[in-house]
C-alpha cells in the first residue's frame, strides 16, 4: 500500500511569511494529491489539488508542486495570515484492493501564523 | 449540494450501549468512507463502500459495523465500544474516479465512558 511521509510536523512563521510543506509518497500508481486543511474541532477542508500530468498548480496565496520521478510533493503558502493557522495533510490517492480510490494521509503539520 | 451530513454532532455512550452514527450525500458519489481521527493525528481509513458494496475493511474490530443502506447513506453501527474507540469519527464521500476529491463530514464527536 501508500505511505506518505510529510515534514515538517510543526511550523512557525510570521505575518507575512512564507510557508513550505513537503511530503514524498511510495507508490508510482498514485496519480491524485490533494492538500486538506483542518482547523480545531472541524473537518479536513481540500484547500489544492494535483494530478499527476501536472507539475504545479497555484490558486491565489496557495501552490503546490509535483516531482513525479522523486515521488515528492509540496505545498507553497505566500504572505501567510493569522487565519492560515491550522492542521495541513497532504495525501496521495491510489486504486485500492477494492478497487476504490483511497486518499492515503500524511501525518500532518501543524502551521501556526504569529501576528 | 456539495455537503456530506453527519449526525449526531456529539455521542457519549456506555461500553454496554448500542448507537448508530449516520451519514448523507446528494451528489451522486459512489464511494463512502469511514474514518477515525484521534487528536493531532491524520483521519485513519476504516472502510470504504463502492458502489454500496463493502469494498475495503482495515482490519477494524467487529464492534464497528458498517451499512451501506442506499448510495446516499452510510451508517455506521457501534457496540461494545472501549474507551480507546473515543475519537472523532468521519465519514466522506467521492466520485470514486481517478483523481477526485473525497468531500468529508463535520464528524461525529464520540466519547465512550
Known amino acids: 500500500g501508500e505511505n506518505v511521509e510529510q515534514h515538517p510536523s510543526t511550523l512557525s512563521v510570521q505575518e507575512g511569511d512564507s510557508a513550505v510543506i513537503k511530503c514524498t509518497y511510495s507508490?508510482?500508481?498514485?496519480?491524485?494529491f490533494p492538500w486538506y486543511k483542518q482547523e480545531l474541532g472541524k473537518r479536513p477542508q481540500l484547500i489544492i489539488d494535483?494530478?499527476?500530468?501536472?507539475g504545479e498548480k497555484k490558486d491565489q496565496r496557495i501552490a503546490v508542486t509535483l516531482n513525479k520521478t522523486a515521488k515528492h510533493f509540496s505545498l507553497h503558502i505566500t504572505e501567510t495570515q493569522p487565519e492560515d493557522s491550522a492542521v495541513y495533510f497532504c495525501?496521495?490517492?491510489?486504486?485500492?484492493?477494492?478497487?476504490?480510490?483511497?486518499?492515503?494521509f500524511g501525518r500532518g503539520t501543524s502551521l501556526i501564523v504569529h501576528p | 449540494d456539495t455537503e456530506v451530513t453527519q449526525t449526531p454532532k456529539h455521542l457519549v455512550m456506555g461500553m454496554t450501549n448500542k448507537k448508530s452514527l449516520k451519514c448523507e450525500q446528494h451528489?451522486?458519489?459512489?464511494?463512502m468512507y469511514w474514518y477515525k481521527q484521534k487528536a493531532k493525528k491524520p483521519p485513519e481509513l476504516m472502510f470504504v463502500?463502492?458502489?454500496?458494496?463493502?469494498?475495503i475493511n482495515e482490519s477494524v474490530p467487529s464492534r464497528f459495523s458498517p451499512e451501506c443502506p442506499n448510495s446516499s447513506l452510510l451508517n455506521l453501527h457501534l457496540h461494545a465500544l472501549q474507551p480507546e474507540d473515543s475519537a472523532l469519527y468521519l465519514c466522506?464521500?467521492?466520485?470514486?474516479?481517478?483523481?477526485?476529491?473525497?468531500?468529508f463530514g463535520q464528524g461525529t464527536r464520540l466519547t465512550v465512558v
Open positions: 466522506a464521500s467521492s466520485q470514486d474516479w481517478s483523481g477526485t476529491e473525497a468531500f
Open positions: 507508490d508510482s500508481a498514485s496519480n491524485y
Open positions: 494535483i494530478r499527476s500530468n501536472v
Open positions: 495525501a496521495a490517492s491510489e486504486r485500492g484492493t477494492g478497487g476504490s480510490y483511497i486518499p492515503t
Open positions: 451528489m451522486g458519489h459512489r464511494a
Open positions: 463502500y463502492s458502489y454500496e458494496k463493502l469494498s
